[in-house]
């Protein structure tokens, strides 16, 4: 199962990349926990600068805007 974190404020563009990340693992048949992290000092952690940001197994793999599907497709059949 692919540990995914979500990145940011909670803000519109946070809750809709969390939504296509799950629809996209729902239709690749790729189990995910989404976790959802708002800690500014977590985010700068992962030396994040602008959000959402896309975290899957502990390495950032997308920011500063919502990831195409396409994109999301590509991280979830990789590994």
Not at 27 to 51: L, Q, R
Not at 57 to 73: K, Y
């Amino acid at each position: 199962m692919k540990q995914i974190k979500i990145l940011g404020t909670g803000c519109a563009k946070c809750i809709k990349t969390a939504e296509i990340i799950q629809t996209v693992a729902d239709s690749s048949n790729v189990p995910v926990e989404i976790a959802k992290e708002t800690s500014p000092e977590v985010i700068m952690s992962y030396g994040v600068m602008s959000t959402p940001a896309v975290v899957i197994d502990e390495q950032l793999m997308h920011s500063g805007s919502i990831p195409s599907q396409s994109m999301i497709r590509e991280w979830l059949l990789s590994q």
